[in-house]
């Protein structure tokens, strides 16, 4: 499948080209804040990394790390932001240093907590110098304690010049929904912080990714609808949709059998309401399959992109009994694969159980 230009984000890259100006042309004493939210799947990394890519002049830093899924640690963003740096040049006790870059062999802590905060402050400053830097933040709603209040301390930080770049899912999706309702509110209360909150594409915005992949074929208004449908507006479920039938007629999109999106697109008011569990046998429709306790923890593993051998060592089964079990999924589903399955979860925010390894 061809390259897909970004598409309905138009407004959203003008605030970060402004947000940007502010930082080159020193006009704030401490960093300017962008905050991205919206669900999972609808474009916030892309849009941070076309923003990114059109920023002039060319930032001299930019500093860039996200949670990690399954094992979260203290000071995971910075961790991630140290990873294949040399810091040997960094005027920083080496084994605290070693400690926030969470090295194996790094000394037991011994530090207080408040220390290591004003090290981990130091130490981005360090990175950012004399800047201009970009210090993004992907998937703020997964990030360890520490690393909150890290973030936090940055977005007020004096004299760093620096475009801070938040990229979350609404605060209720969060590991610690409470923490993650007190970061953005700091984050969103700096002045001239940026809130953006990226909704589904709409119909028209559909269909002119449609005309970017097959192009000389523009799509009628029903297929166009017909598609926003199948995909609620998701930008990821699209693109998974097209990936799908990627060499083949536009009409296949909508002609062959699958998990649906809800014809009312995600982040629309009724998408916020509380997901919809299993249902019991008996009832029908496409949204009320009967699952197993067994088939929900395998879907949340699935959904969290694990492997048939990570499940199995997640919930201590083998990997011939997950496999039957992913079997039973699609088929209660109508997936045709493992990501099918899994944006089928998503899309109706099921409560599945967050994966915990053995």
Not at 41 to 58: E, F, N, Y
Not at 222 to 235: D, M
Not at 267 to 276: F, T, V
Not at 320 to 334: A, D, E, F, I, W
Request: contains cysteine; hydrophobic residues 45%.
């Amino acid at each position: 499948m061809m390259p897909v230009s970004l598409v309905g984000r138009a407004r959203e890259l003008a605030e970060f080209d402004r947000a940007w100006s502010t930082v080159v042309a020193g006009r704030r004493a401490a960093p300017t804040v962008v905050v991205v939210t919206g669900g999972a799947g609808v474009g916030k990394s892309l849009l941070v990394a076309a923003a990114l890519d059109a920023l002039t002049p060319r930032p001299a830093v930019v500093l860039s790390g996200a949670a990690r899924v399954h094992s979260p640690a203290p000071y995971d963003w910075l961790a991630a932001v140290l990873s294949g740096r040399d810091t040997s040049l960094l005027d920083l006790p080496p084994d605290a240093l070693a400690w926030l870059a969470q090295h194996p062999t790094s000394p037991q802590e011994r530090y207080a907590p408040g220390a290591l905060l004003r090290l981990a402050v130091r130490t981005v400053r360090l990175l950012v110098g004399a800047g201009p830097a970009v210090l993004v933040v992907e998937d703020l709603h997964a990030l360890d304690p520490a690393s909150l209040n890290l973030i936090g301390e940055l977005a007020t930080a004096a004299e760093l010049p620096a475009l801070l770049v938040v990229a979350t899912r609404p605060a209720e999706e969060a590991v610690a929904p409470d923490l993650a309702v007190r970061a953005l509110a700091r984050l969103c209360g700096v002045p001239g912080a940026v809130r953006q909150h990226l909704g589904p594409l709409r119909s028209a915005e559909v269909a002119e990714v449609l005309s970017q992949v097959y192009p000389g074929s523009r799509p009628s208004g029903r297929l166009a609808t017909a598609v926003w449908r199948r995909t609620g507006g998701n930008p990821f479920a699209l693109t998974e949709l097209l990936a799908a039938h990627a060499g083949q007629p536009m009409a296949t999109l909508i002609a062959t059998s699958g998990p649906r999106q809800s014809a009312r697109p995600a982040g629309s008011p009724r998408s916020m309401e509380p997901a919809r569990s299993a249902r019991p046998a008996g009832t029908s429709g496409v949204d009320e399959v009967e699952l197993t306790g067994r088939e929900v923890e395998v879907l949340g593993c699935l959904v969290a992109g694990m492997s048939n051998k990570q499940v199995a060592k997640a919930l201590g089964i083998s990997v011939r009994t997950v496999t039957v079990h992913v079997s039973n999924l699609l088929r209660k589903t109508g997936a045709a694969s493992r990501t099918e399955v899994a944006l089928w979860a998503v899309r109706r925010r099921l409560p599945v159980p967050a994966p915990v390894e053995r």
